[in-house]
C-alpha cells in the first residue's frame, strides 16, 4: 500500500502539473481519516528548479529520496529536453522493486525514455501521442484515453486528467470511499473512467433546454431500475439517435458504459460500507444477478466482489456473501 510518495521535477516542470500532484498526494487529509503521505519533491539535484512559467520553485531533496518510495510520479516535464540521468535511474529502480510509477501529460515522455513504456499500453495529451508512438515505437499509445494503468506503469493525458489518475489510484489503494472523500475535498466532480475520450467534440450543447444533467442525475438516483437508449431518450424529449450522440458528446462515452460504470461504482460502495450480499447489491445497483454484477466487476476492477469487500470493508464481516 501507498505510503511515501515522491514527484520528480526539473527545469521546464510545468507548474500546474506538479500542482496537481502535489494536491493528490502531499494534502494533509487525516481529519476525514485518510492516510497522510510521506511526501517530497525531488530533483537531480536539491536547489532551484526552473518552472516553464517563468518562476522557480526551491526542491530540497536529491534523487536519492526516491529510493524507498511506494509512487514516483513525473508532472509534465519537457519533451525535447535530454532527460538527467538519475532521473531514469530513479524510476527504473522505482518499478523495478514494485513501486508505482505514474506520469501527467508530457511526463510519459520521461517514463519513454526510462523504457518502462515498452511493450505497455499508455496515453498522454492527445497534441502528443502520435510523437510518443514515433518516438517509442514499442509502446502501445492509446491517443484517446484519459489514463491508462499496465502493470503499476500508470499513464495520464493533460493537466486534469492527473486528478483522475490519481484518484483512480487512491480507489485501488484505499477504496471507493476514499477516493470520493478525496474528490470532494479537492471540489472536483467523481473519478472519470480511464476509457473516457479525452476531446469531447461539443463540450457545450448546442441548446441549453437539451442537457443531459437532468437524465444524467435521474440515471444514478435509479440504478437500480432496467433503463434503455430509448426510455432515456424520451424522457430527455430526444429521438435514441440524436440521444445517443448528444450522450457521447457531452460526456465522451455511450450510455450502456457510462450507465455500466455507475452501477459498478454504487456496488463498490454497497461492498465497502454494508452488510448486504452480493445478490442483493447485484439487484439493487441494476446487474439483477450476481453473475452480471461479478462479469462487470471484474472487467473493471481486476478483483470479485468478495476480494474486493476483503479488501476495502468498512462495515462488520457480513454472515454471507
Known amino acids: 500500500m501507498i505510503g511515501n510518495v515522491v514527484v520528480l ?39 532551484l528548479v526552473a518552472t516553464s512559467s517563468g518562476f522557480d520553485i526551491g526542491v530540497r531533496h536529491g534523487p536519492e529520496r526516491a529510493e524507498e518510495a511506494d509512487l514516483v510520479v ?35 515522455f520521461v517514463l519513454g525514455a526510462a523504457g518502462l ?35 503499476r506503469v500508470l499513464t495520464s493525458a493533460g493537466t ?4 483522475d489518475a ?11 470511499a476514499a477516493a470520493s472523500l478525496v474528490a470532494r ?29 437532468p437524465v444524467l442525475t435521474w440515471i444514478v ?17 430526444m429521438s435514441p439517435r440524436t440521444f445517443a450522440r448528444r450522450f457521447r ?12 460504470a455507475q452501477r459498478v461504482r454504487r456496488a463498490e460502495q454497497l461492498l465497502e460500507e454494508t452488510d448486504r450480499t452480493v445478490d442483493r447489491i447485484a439487484a439493487d445497483v441494476g446487474f439483477g444477478n450476481a453473475a452480471t454484477l461479478r462479469h462487470h466487476f471484474a472487467r473493471a476492477r481486476g478483483l470479485s466482489p468478495q476480494q474486493y469487500r476483503r479488501r476495502f470493508r468498512t462495515a462488520p464481516e457480513p454472515a454471507a456473501v
Open 9 to 47: 521535477a526539473y527545469d521546464g516542470v510545468a507548474p500546474f502539473e506538479l500542482g496537481v500532484v502535489c494536491e493528490s498526494w502531499g494534502v494533509d487529509r487525516s481529519d476525514l481519516g485518510l492516510p497522510v503521505f510521506d511526501f517530497a519533491v525531488c530533483a537531480p539535484e536539491p536547489g
Open 74 to 108: 513525473v508532472p509534465a516535464l519537457p519533451r525535447n529536453r535530454p532527460v538527467p540521468t538519475g532521473i531514469l535511474e530513479v524510476l527504473r529502480s522505482a518499478h523495478a522493486r514494485g513501486a508505482w510509477v505514474m506520469s501527467v501529460c508530457s511526463g510519459a
Open 117 to 151: 513504456l515498452d511493450g505497455r499500453r499508455c496515453t498522454t495529451h492527445w497534441m502528443y501521442t502520435d510523437e510518443l508512438a514515433e518516438r517509442y515505437p514499442l509502446a502501445k499509445v492509446e491517443p484517446d484515453v484519459l489514463y491508462v494503468d499496465d502493470a
Open 160 to 163: 486534469a486528467a492527473g486528478l
Open 166 to 176: 490519481s484518484l483512480y489510484l487512491w480507489r485501488e489503494e484505499f477504496g471507493s
Open 185 to 213: 475535498r479537492m471540489v472536483v466532480p467523481p473519478q472519470r473512467d480511464g476509457g473516457q475520450a479525452q476531446f469531447i467534440a461539443k463540450p457545450v450543447p448546442e441548446c441549453t433546454s437539451e442537457t443531459l444533467g
Open 221 to 237: 438516483e435509479h440504478l437500480e431500475e432496467a433503463m434503455s437508449v430509448e426510455q432515456l431518450a424520451a424522457r430527455s424529449a
Open 249 to 260: 458528446s457531452e460526456t465522451g462515452t455511450t450510455p450502456h458504459a457510462w450507465i455500466t
